[in-house]
């Protein structure tokens, strides 16, 4: 069986007061605990919440080139009628309608190292690939939303994609 490792490379995001007053805190490495699909808490104790960018019935998504990649951190979004139904990633291929589960929601992995929060997740159902998707919200961060939704998200961009084979 081919594993998928989907690697969602989860910016973090700095702003000048936090970096000021918990300068040691805000740089390293830090071992994280998974509280859920979607949460995790840094052995320091602050927690990164993701659940208020949850949307299964919209979730964030971006096209690069002939695909579109839809993502959403807490509930399973709907992808290919074949595959299992727990995709967190669905790859879209615009002109022959395929869908792919690229990461499976219940094997979210956590890590946060050099002020980044990096989430991997494996398939059962894509060739062994890595994808790269990065996702800028203040939730990203840690103790930023804890459940509250997000002032401004950037969400995925255009073209944040990168496709390694």
Known sequence: MKITR??????F????????????KNFGNFKT???SDCKAELDDGRIVDLSS???PSNP??????????????CTA???????????AICQKIKDSHEEYNCGEQNTAFFDFKNNNLYISYTSRDRPAK?????LKSPCCCPN?????????????SLGSVLLIM
């Not at 964030?60 to 951190?73: A, H, L």
């Open 13 to 24: 995001l700095s702003f000048a007061n936090s970096l000021v007053q918990n300068h040691l």
């Open 77 to 87: 979004i709907e992808c290919d009628p074949n595959s299992i139904k727990n995709t």
């Open 144 to 156: 930023k939303c804890n459940g509250k939704k997000p002032t401004k998200s950037g969400g995925l």
């Open 60 to 73: 964030i998504s971006v096209i690069y080139e002939n695909q579109e990649y839809f993502y959403n951190p």
């Open 6 to 11: 989907l690697m969602l490379l989860l910016k």
């Open 130 to 134: 890595n994808y790269f998707l990065n």
């Open 53 to 55: 960018l949850d949307n």
């Open 33 to 35: 605990k998974k509280l």
